[in-house]
């Protein structure tokens, strides 16, 4: 059974850049898409981008001038950078895969348990 | 994109009484060529990750209680909760996966009355 697990530092100062690493043990990188979802305190849920296993990508337009997805697959490994950061940007974020394949997608699942960043000097 | 409207916002229910949550997409999440409606609910308690109740618009996922149902097609969907029990307190968000960007409802925080 895949498992997500993300990771990264917990506090950023405003206006650098916000990376996490999302580790997948039980599966193989080489299927799915691989997905990050974030949660402000009080608000919804809010897609970031994905990942295929190709290498291709699509982000949210919302924030696509300002993310960056990547794969490792030596280290079974996807990682999100979220440049610029603002007080806006503090939130919960997940990592998520969904089975889909080609240009047809599936729902969410498994997620990882979620790590909180806080933007903040 | 596609913009998913859940209402309401929040509901209180009597222990043991139904729960309806609407969404409406803004667009149509029934793919054609397989017929199937690209549309998914979620169950979000303080602390965990969101978990997957319905997907298809309407198959449960294996181990989700049967009190829980997806209905509708198109642009127009309902979860219902047939039987709230004390462990249904939570916030459910509907998603579609039709296109991207893949969207969420706002949601619907559901308590007990």
């Known amino acids: 059974q895949v498992q997500l697990q993300e990771s990264g530092p917990g506090l950023v100062n405003p206006s650098e850049t916000l990376s996490l690493t999302c580790t997948v043990s039980?599966?193989?990188?080489?299927?799915?898409?691989w997905n990050w979802i974030r949660q402000p305190p009080g608000k919804g849920l809010e897609w970031i981008g994905y990942?295929?296993?190709?290498?291709?990508?699509s982000y949210n337009p919302a924030l696509k001038s300002r993310v960056t997805l990547s794969l490792d697959t030596s280290k079974n490994q996807f990682s999100l950078k979220l440049s610029s950061v603002t007080a806006a940007d503090t939130a919960v974020y997940y990592c998520?895969?969904?089975?889909?394949?080609?240009?047809?997608?599936?729902?969410?699942?498994?997620w990882g348990q979620g790590t909180l960043v806080t933007v903040s000097s | 994109d596609i913009v998913m409207t859940q209402s309401p916002d929040s509901l209180t229910v009597s222990l043991g009484e139904r729960a309806t949550i609407n969404c409406k997409s803004s667009?149509?999440?029934?793919?054609?060529?397989?017929?199937?409606?690209?549309l998914a609910w979620y169950q979000k308690k303080p602390g965990q990750p969101p978990k997957v109740l319905i997907y298809?618009?309407?198959t449960r996922e294996s181990g989700v209680p049967d009190r829980f149902s997806g209905s509708g097609s198109g642009t127009d969907f309902t979860l219902t909760i047939s039987r709230l029990q004390a462990e249904d307190v939570a916030v459910y968000y509907c998603?579609?996966?039709?296109?991207?960007?893949?969207?969420f409802g706002g949601g619907t925080k559901v308590e007990i009355k």
């Open positions: 998520a895969t969904d089975s889909g394949s080609g240009n047809f997608h599936k729902w969410f699942d498994p």
């Open positions: 039980g599966g193989s990188l080489n299927s799915n898409y």
């Open positions: 990942i295929y296993r190709s290498g291709s990508t």
């Open positions: 998603q579609q996966y039709y296109n991207t960007p893949l969207t």
């Open positions: 667009q149509s999440v029934l793919y054609s060529y397989d017929n199937k409606n690209y």
């Open positions: 298809w618009a309407s």
